[in-house]
């Protein structure tokens, strides 16, 4: 079984920072692409960054310049620094990765999610 753990969200200032966090646990032979995505209130999931295994980065034009994914692959662990957060930065954080499992199976897993809101 392979489950993904997220840390690092809370209420924080507009201006401010954080730094999120997820871990994969359990039955993992390799971890490709690790991605983080969110989801404010009434509005559908979208794609914040995503980090490959070959150690490329991608970031959705509305965080470009402010956070930053990063990768400990000997932790199987993702991060997120989120700088000069906005109040349009609120949102439920989900990281995602896509893992082969010790069985060989190739799939998709989701953390639980982590609240992050930018409020003065």
């Known amino acids: 079984q392979v489950q993904l753990v997220e840390s690092g969200g809370g209420l924080v200032q507009p201006g401010g920072s954080l730094r999120l966090s997820c871990a994969a646990s359990g039955s993992i032979s390799s971890i490709y692409v690790m991605y983080w995505y969110r989801q404010a209130p009434g509005k559908q999931r979208e794609l914040v960054a995503m980090?490959?295994?070959?150690?490329?980065?991608n970031y959705a034009d509305s965080v470009k310049g402010r956070f930053t994914i990063s990768r400990d692959n000997a932790r199987n662990t993702v991060y997120l620094q989120m700088n000069s957060l906005k109040p349009e930065d609120t949102a439920v954080y989900y990281c995602k990765a896509n893992i082969r499992s010790s069985d060989y199976a190739r799939n998709d897993y989701w953390g639980q999610g982590t609240q992050v809101t930018v409020s003065s």
């Open positions: 980090f490959t295994s070959g150690g490329s980065t």
